[in-house]
């Protein structure tokens, strides 16, 4: 599995924005597809967003859309959550995931990731 490391989290008042940040040391990260998902206290883990390999194409499911943006930047092996207007129902637990897949391809439901980072926590502050 590919060693994947959130960074970026913390304390955000509502409204405030954050970026977070997926690197790795291991692996390339243009092999796959990456994602975001989060979970938040006593609730299930629920995708967020996910993008293609090469960053053409996005997903980004409707709690999110119109608020965070996935990107990716190839070159420095980093994806990237820009979160944007948050809310109290932002606080989360949240993890950057991938797949190899083709290229052009863009992970739509959380059971496709097949690797993990260990997470980083955003709280958001009413």
């Known amino acids: 599995q590919v060693q994947l490391v959130e960074s970026g989290g913390g304390l955000v008042q509502v409204g405030g924005s954050v970026r977070l940040t997926c690197t790795s040391s291991v692996e390339t990260l243009s092999d796959y597809a990456m994602g975001w998902i989060r979970q938040a206290p006593g609730a299930r883990r629920e995708f967020v967003a996910a993008?293609?390999?090469?960053?053409?194409?996005?997903i980004h499911t409707d709690p999110v859309r119109g608020r965070f943006t996935i990107s990716r930047d190839n070159a420095k092996n980093t994806v990237y959550l820009q979160m944007n207007g948050l809310n109290t129902e932002d606080t989360a637990v949240y993890y950057c995931a991938g797949r190899r897949m083709n290229s052009g391809d863009v992970p739509a439901t959380l059971g496709e990731f097949t690797f993990w980072g260990q997470g980083t926590q955003v709280t958001v502050s009413s």
């Open positions: 993008i293609s390999r090469s960053g053409g194409a996005t």
